[in-house]
């Protein structure tokens, strides 16, 4: 039963988390920068997430814990935010989820060089599975070299950040992991934003966009996230979160009449068959 609890977190996270690039179209359209829709991202989420660990009556984490997640939000995730959402503007969506989803390869040979895990045949089956799924899903467009090494580097350093928050989560609830790695991320895109210079939402249209992505992209598949990595340990959250790219392109296609292809639709199929694979082999173990 926790196992496919955790299945279902990291669904929910991927459905989440697919919603990024779609709103972010909209945010950048409004006339804001990466720095300043990141800040705003932050700040309002760690706003939320403080309120909410009060009501919990929950404390910060120990010190140490508080600076590993603090590295966390502020080294980790700023960098890999700040490259994801850098990238989509010198590619296409699709290229950018493409290269992106080269992080659960990333995340399994990690696991096995640092975390000792083992790559199961029915792991590995899965994840030949997700990755092939993605690389069709994707439907990529073409892009400038900028772009791809931004989307190559946003998948390596996610997958570092998801193999040291395995060890992190042991200590604390994925409340206060989020409250804290939010607070971080926040704070160094608000010295970027200062240096930079801000560029504010022009019209309530961006201000909406910016709230969309602070709670259905944010706060959501962050916290849902934390908690299935938990339970399932960061391969199997890794593969399951492949789900986004079809989030993304179904989103594409409703909004901006982007076209589904036969390849798509078999990319999310296999992605799918990843899915329940994992869902199935209960003997795996958190890793």
Known sequence: MNRMVGIGLITVSAASFGTLAIIGRYAYADGMDVTTVLFLRFSFSALFMLT????????????????????????????????????????????????????????????VIFLKAKLTPGRLLALALATAGAALTANPQGGQLPGVLLAIAAAAIYAVYIIVGTGVMRKVSAVQSSTVIFIAAGLVFGGLTALSGPHWPATSAGWMAIVAITAVATIIPVITFLAGLKIIGPTDAALLSTLEPVVTVVLAALLFGELIRPAMMLGGGLILGAVVLLAVNRDQKVV
């Open 52 to 111: 909410w660990l009060r009501l919990r009556r929950e404390p910060l984490p120990d010190r140490r814990t508080l600076l590993e997640l603090a590295g966390m939000g502020g080294l980790g995730y700023v960098a890999q935010s700040f490259c994801f959402m850098s990238a989509i503007q010198y590619a296409s969506a699709g290229l950018v989820a493409l290269l992106l989803y080269l992080y659960p390869t990333f995340v399994a040979l990690l696991s």
